[in-house]
């Protein structure tokens, strides 16, 4: 739970201030920062892992788990050039990018959090 709602709090962030994100995805762009990605990625992806078997609904979280479980795995091997190349064309975009990413992140992690709270069953 206290991933999807870190999720949700960094969707906020960019929604608010496309700045601060911008900010922290350039600290990124060092091959520690690209690792540090790529294990927060891997991170989450194993917590929705294990966590959805308890969940209200465990197959979104399987999928959700093995696609950030996946795309963590794959950063360190796709290089930093390729994610600092991504990087920029996504903020090239502009702040409405990362508004509209934050939106994303915002729904995706209240769901995550939803998703895995404690809930009683057949109620």
Sequence with gaps: MA???SVAALGILSIVSPESLAVMLRR??????SYFGAGIRVALGLSLLLSASSSRAPQVLLVLGIVFLVAGIAMPFLGLEVFSSALESFMGLGPWAARVWGGVALGSGLLIAYL???WARGA
């Design 116 to 118: 895995v709270a404690p």
């Design 28 to 33: 990124l762009q060092t091959p520690g920062g």
């Design 3 to 5: 991933l999807g709602l």
